[in-house]
């Protein structure tokens, strides 16, 4: 996702290409940025941590990570890594980045590296959570007060494991952190090659909208598109 907040600009977990591993994208891939200032990454997992696509930006993007992504994300060449654990915080221009916890698998399977996953909350003119791929955990109320909370509400996949959050968990998420604006994210962009898309693929964001409704009705949902923009 392409976050732009008093003319920095910062790119999460990006994935630029038409395909990751087994994993093929519903329509065109985005367009590679021009000019960017960092890149957030969330955790380890290929449909998040996408070297191809890191290599895609220049080579001195400022990359922020996991603590124990730095070795693989070296070694692929990307020269400027900053490692943070939930609770540091590192300086992009005038915004303040700050790792938060986040529950998820650290591990880049089969034979790779862990690192433990996180979330970002980004503080500018706005206060932005990104919460990257996570479950649902009780601390999420400490980080408010947040403005625009980006919350995952499915996955690549009709079954979603540990680690992550369907429709109902990322809205009890926004009933935790009363954002002014909750976008659901996750969703309608990669699928499996081969296998049939459904319900399990578009419904998810009116599922959590519908839940939101009920849970926190002072949250207002913005669904977008893959592709379409926010502007605040």
Known sequence: MFLELGGVRLLTDPVLRARVAHLRRQGPAPSVPGQLDAVLLSHL???HLDLPSLRLLPRDVRVLAPAGAAPLLRG????????LVPGQAARVGELRVEATPAEHDGRRRPLGPRARPIGFVVNGAHRV?????????PEMADLRPVGVALLPVA?????????HMDAEQAARAAE????GIAVPIHWGTLHPRGRRR????ERPPHEFARRVARLAPDVEVRILEPGAALGL
């Open 45 to 47: 997992h290929y449909d």
């Open 76 to 83: 692929a060449g990307i020269a400027e890594v900053e490692e």
């Open 129 to 137: 959570y990104f919460a990257g791929d996570t479950d649902l955990f």
């Open 155 to 163: 996955g690549w996949a009709r079954k979603l494991g540990p680690g």
């Open 176 to 179: 935790l952190l009363r954002p």
């Open 198 to 201: 459904g319900a399990w693929f």
